[in-house]
């Protein structure tokens, strides 16, 4: 929990109940939706090296091929290329982003009620509850995303969301068993490697944010922090994003290769072991790094922006 949550909170309720909710929801929608649109286009291309597509296979493993891979979508597809699925990343990322912090406000105060309860423990328990809170809601949204995002047909017919949802569907009904009955459940394709690399990642966000913020608060003076606000919050948001990024990066590989999988065995659903070893045998331990480059040049904005702009709409609507 930031130190404005905490005098705000010190001060008593100024809003009701519900207001809160909602002003907190809408930072932070604002704060997801405003980091997403400013990486897109490298979203995408993070997404195409991770899944190796054939077409992108040639440009991993060099700065230059990262920039020629850009141009190369541009060239082929447009500008609308370089974001093709962000309607979806942006349905998914808003009410993520709005449900992940208004739930981090609360379990925060929850967890942490005074100063000397903010421990690394209870830091990284309150980021992990908050990453899970709204994954159940948000993954088929993150996952039709995906689909669009590995789609690189240049044919005159671009695909569309509901293309990508009657192909998930179609998958489903055709795979047989519990997943021919209920064709939804491939629209949650490598949900359990998400939920499990969202604790070490969402927690691990958030215990350097409040760790970061708090060491800030203790070595810099008052006039300090007031003056260089936004930047030191934009500064320590990078350094979480890049922390979290690293550590949990082979998790998100074999999500992401789960979550495509469907492309090339529409019939069922590939487990952990054999995703792992797809990955393996493609490229050996590197693949599971493939675009982490990429990864930490898209990452690292998208955590500072989000964390310094929740921050700035938190401010602005008073709360």
Do not use: C
Request: no cysteine; charged share 15%.
């Amino acid at each position: 929990m930031s130190r404005d949550s905490e005098r705000a909170i010190s001060k008593g309720p100024r809003f009701s109940q519900s207001e809160f909710i909602l002003r907190s929801a809408f930072a932070g929608g604002f704060a997801g939706g405003l980091a997403k649109t400013a990486v897109a286009p490298l979203e995408r291309l993070k997404i195409l090296l991770q899944t190796h597509n054939a077409e992108f296979v040639r440009f991993s493993g060099s700065w230059r091929g990262a920039a020629q891979a850009l141009q190369y979508i541009a060239q082929t597809q447009g500008i609308r290329g370089l974001y093709q699925g962000h309607t979806l990343t942006l349905a998914r990322a808003i009410p993520h982003a709005a449900v992940g912090y208004t739930v981090y406000e609360k379990v925060g105060k929850w967890l942490m009620p005074t100063p000397e309860s903010h421990t690394s423990l209870r830091r990284l328990t309150a980021g992990a509850i908050t990453g899970m809170s709204a994954m159940p809601l948000t993954y088929p949204f993150e996952l039709i995303r995906v689909r669009l995002a590995v789609e690189t047909s240049q044919s005159p017919i671009r695909p569309t969301p509901w293309s990508a949802v009657r192909g998930i569907m179609a998958e489903g009904r055709s795979s047989g068993g519990i997943t021919g009955l209920m064709p939804f459940l491939h629209f949650y394709r490598g949900f359990t490697v998400s939920l499990l690399g969202t604790v070490p990642y969402r927690g691990g966000i958030f215990l350097v944010w409040e760790t970061l913020n708090a060491q800030a608060r203790e070595r810099l003076s008052p006039a300090t922090l007031q003056a260089n606000q936004t930047r030191i919050h934009l500064a320590i948001g990078a350094i979480a994003g890049t922390v979290a990024q690293i550590f949990t990066y082979p998790l998100e590989v074999i999500r992401r290769t789960q979550q495509a999988s469907g492309k090339g065995t529409p019939n069922r659903m590939i487990g952990f072991q054999e995703t792992v070893r797809s990955v393996w045998m493609a490229a050996g331990w590197r693949g599971f790094f493939t675009g982490l480059g990429i990864g930490l040049v898209k990452q690292v904005p998208t955590h500072s922006i989000s964390l310094a702009s929740w921050q700035l709409a938190k401010k602005a609507l008073n709360i």
